[in-house]
């Protein structure tokens, strides 16, 4: 299937986990991928699996400069994102009692800030363009469970979903759309390595339908959003989690 045919996407966290399996989907449906991630070793293994479509760049979401660098990389190389997914976060497993200031400032700032950054600039250049574009953000169920040892990134994954009601309301005028797909726990790279990973058992007790959720289950419904098909949907949050909430 071709449905993104003379599409250039841009992927952020697309190093590993969820964002890579969203980069390998998107270049199969035909895109153009820009490869983006702060770990730039990763993005170079990704790109070269994916091959001729697909373009590394690095860069700290959270560093407005690095952000810029990397939008004049995109122009220079292709004709310009029209399509960004919004993929890049910390995911910390951090007790309550060791929530500080200073973690709290960090996850706000690459999780929350560093989503307006990209998206500040990806659809400026939507816009100049007058072409359609897409924005899809990747929050995250514990939105609507409020998972334990994450305040902050509950929070920031709270502020995602109203920066996208309301940027979708802004920027419906100029045929871009802007929504936010909700994964449950899902076994990526991160979650693996992480304490994360101890929690699929009680997931899966709360879960409609059975089974350890995979990054290909996101990338898939990710691919959707950025088709053709999903043009008449803007300002919603898409939860995937097999059933484990329901909002
Ligand atoms: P992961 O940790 O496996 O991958 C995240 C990637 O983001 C890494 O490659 C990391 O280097 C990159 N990254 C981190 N900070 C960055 C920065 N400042 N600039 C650029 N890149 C940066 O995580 P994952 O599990 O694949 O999660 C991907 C997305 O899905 C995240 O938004 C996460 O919040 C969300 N999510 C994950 C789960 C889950 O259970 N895995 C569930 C719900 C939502
Ligand atoms: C249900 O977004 O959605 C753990 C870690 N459990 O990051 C998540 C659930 C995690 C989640 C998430």
């Given at each position: 299937m071709s449905r993104l045919e003379g599409r250039v996407a841009l992927v952020t966290g697309a190093a590993q986990g969820i964002g890579k399996a969203i980069?390998?989907?998107?270049?199969?449906?035909?895109?153009?991928?820009?490869?983006?991630?702060?770990?730039?070793?990763?993005?170079?293994?990704?790109?070269?699996?994916?091959?001729?479509?697909?373009?590394?760049?690095?860069?700290?979401?959270?560093?407005?400069?690095?952000?810029?660098?990397?939008?004049?990389e995109i122009d220079a190389k292709t004709g310009g994102v029209d399509t960004l997914i919004n993929n890049a976060s910390i995911v910390p497993f951090v007790a309550w009692d060791d929530v500080d200031l200073d973690h709290w400032q960090k996850i706000i700032a690459v999780n929350l800030t560093g989503t307006f950054i990209v998206t500040r600039a990806a659809t400026d250049r939507m816009r100049a363009r007058k072409a359609p574009g897409r924005v899809i953000c990747i929050g995250s169920n514990t939105f609507f469970a409020g998972t334990p040892n994450m305040a902050a990134y509950v929070a920031a994954k709270g502020g995602v979903i109203g920066f996208a009601r309301a940027l979708a309301t802004e920027l419906g005028q100029y045929d871009i759309t802007v929504n936010v797909l909700t994964p449950g726990l899902i076994e990526s790279d991160g979650v693996k390595a992480s304490p994360h990973n101890n929690?699929?058992?009680f997931v899966e007790m709360l879960q409609a339908k059975k089974g350890k959720g995979q990054p290909e289950h996101i990338a898939d419904v990710v691919a959707f959003l950025a088709s053709d098909d999903a043009r008449w949907i803007t300002g919603q949050t898409l939860n995937v989690d097999a059933g484990m909430v329901r909002h």
């Amino acid at each position: 299937m071709s449905r993104l045919e003379g599409r250039v996407a841009l992927v952020t966290g697309a190093a590993q986990g969820i964002g890579k399996a969203i980069a390998k989907r998107l270049a199969a449906d035909g895109a153009t991928v820009i490869v983006s991630d702060i770990n730039s070793e990763g993005i170079k293994a990704v790109a070269a699996e994916i091959g001729d479509r697909a373009i590394a760049i690095a860069a700290d979401i959270s560093d407005p400069a690095a952000v810029a660098k990397l939008f004049d990389e995109i122009d220079a190389k292709t004709g310009g994102v029209d399509t960004l997914i919004n993929n890049a976060s910390i995911v910390p497993f951090v007790a309550w009692d060791d929530v500080d200031l200073d973690h709290w400032q960090k996850i706000i700032a690459v999780n929350l800030t560093g989503t307006f950054i990209v998206t500040r600039a990806a659809t400026d250049r939507m816009r100049a363009r007058k072409a359609p574009g897409r924005v899809i953000c990747i929050g995250s169920n514990t939105f609507f469970a409020g998972t334990p040892n994450m305040a902050a990134y509950v929070a920031a994954k709270g502020g995602v979903i109203g920066f996208a009601r309301a940027l979708a309301t802004e920027l419906g005028q100029y045929d871009i759309t802007v929504n936010v797909l909700t994964p449950g726990l899902i076994e990526s790279d991160g979650v693996k390595a992480s304490p994360h990973n101890n929690a699929f058992e009680f997931v899966e007790m709360l879960q409609a339908k059975k089974g350890k959720g995979q990054p290909e289950h996101i990338a898939d419904v990710v691919a959707f959003l950025a088709s053709d098909d999903a043009r008449w949907i803007t300002g919603q949050t898409l939860n995937v989690d097999a059933g484990m909430v329901r909002h």
